[in-house]
């Protein structure tokens, strides 16, 4: 079955403390992205990458970081969680990022808490 | 980035078609019309794009206007499982281009199945 897999779907630590989320894909496509949704706010990117050892900053960047060593994977690293990072995350993955009719597919969500 | 416009929420009863519109008036040539929709506790998930002519699949159709400013997502017989939040996004080109491939969600239009 074509997904995408985000691991914890749910996460509370603190403040300071280096954590990862992890993303992964089964349909060996190029482009990943990861998003944050906050309400009021909507879905914003975070940080892509349209293929390996190749990542770029979205739009709220700020403190997190990403690797992509591997074609299927691609984290998500908070060094230092803060209060203001307390979300809900999705990974998504599509063929490339194009618009010619990819249709992207969205992991289940890490509801991650920051106290 | 092109902008969508959806009304805020509808409503419409089980079994009956609900016609979801977008309007998208500054769309560029090479901006694909996508639909997705977030069911509550999930993940985006892709419903259906086009480019210029009607495209139907299992899921829905996507009737877009001549002159493209405007799209009608098309559910044909609503179900209860049908309720979500649904969201009208312009993807375009990635290479050559400022875009970075992601999908730009605005508010959506939360449809309501009355049963």
């Known amino acids: 079955e074509a997904q995408v897999t985000q691991n914890p779907r749910y996460l509370i630590t603190v403040t300071g403390k280096k954590l990862t989320v992890t993303c992964s894909q089964n349909?060996?496509?190029?482009?990943m992205s990861w998003y944050r949704q906050d309400p009021g706010l909507g879905l914003r990117q975070i940080y892509y990458?349209?293929?390996?050892?190749?990542?770029d900053k979205g739009d709220v960047p700020e403190g997190y970081k990403v690797s992509r060593k591997e074609k299927r994977n691609f984290p998500l690293i908070l060094e230092s969680p803060s209060p203001n990072q307390t979300s809900l995350y999705f990974c998504?993955?599509?063929?490339?990022?194009?618009?010619?009719?990819?249709?992207?597919?969205f992991g289940q969500g890490t509801r991650l808490t920051v106290v | 980035d092109a902008k969508t416009t959806q009304p805020n929420s509808m409503e419409s009863n089980e079994e009956e078609p609900v016609h979801l519109p977008c309007n998208h008036s500054?769309?560029?040539?090479?901006?694909?019309i996508h639909w997705y929709r977030q069911l509550p506790s999930q993940g985006p998930e892709y419903v259906i794009h086009?480019?210029?002519s009607n495209v139907n699949n299992r899921m829905a159709s996507l009737a877009i206007a001549e002159d493209r400013k405007s799209s009608t997502l098309i559910l044909h017989r609503a179900t209860l499982r049908d309720a979500a939040v649904y969201y009208c996004?312009?993807?375009?080109?990635?290479?050559?281009?400022?875009?970075?491939?992601?999908?730009?969600f605005g508010q959506g239009t939360t449809l309501q199945v009355k049963p």
């Open positions: 349909m060996n496509h190029e482009y």
């Open positions: 998504a993955s599509s063929v490339t990022g194009g618009g010619w009719g990819t249709e992207a597919f």
């Open positions: 996004i312009l993807r375009g080109i990635l290479y050559g281009s400022s875009n970075t491939g992601k999908l730009i």
């Open positions: 086009g480019l210029t």
């Open positions: 500054t769309i560029s040539g090479t901006d694909y």
């Open positions: 990458s349209m293929n390996v050892e190749v990542t």
